[in-house]
């Protein structure tokens, strides 16, 4: 297994991670690898929120058509062995 140092770790979360491994049962080092863990193993969430905003300003000047665009993948390489 690996080690990190975390440098420069302000004060007060230094404070809140000590309070959290305390109130878990945990040491400090432990609850910093849970945490690390936890959130590395998290699904991701992407925000599309500026999508919407897009969209508004495309509305606000009468929107925007988009060209069909044929589906030219009759011709296309396969790689499942057909």
Excluded: Y
């Amino acid at each position: 297994m690996s080690a990190i140092t975390v440098r420069r770790l302000p004060e007060g979360v230094k404070q809140r991670l000590r309070l959290r491994a305390a109130a878990n049962g945990r040491s400090m080092e432990a609850e910093a690898r849970h945490i690390l863990v936890d959130a590395l193993h998290a699904d991701r969430r992407v925000d599309l929120d500026w999508v919407d905003g897009l969209m508004a300003v495309g509305a606000e000047f009468g929107g925007v058509e988009v060209p069909d665009v044929p589906d030219d993948t009759a011709g296309a390489a396969r790689f499942d062995g057909s």
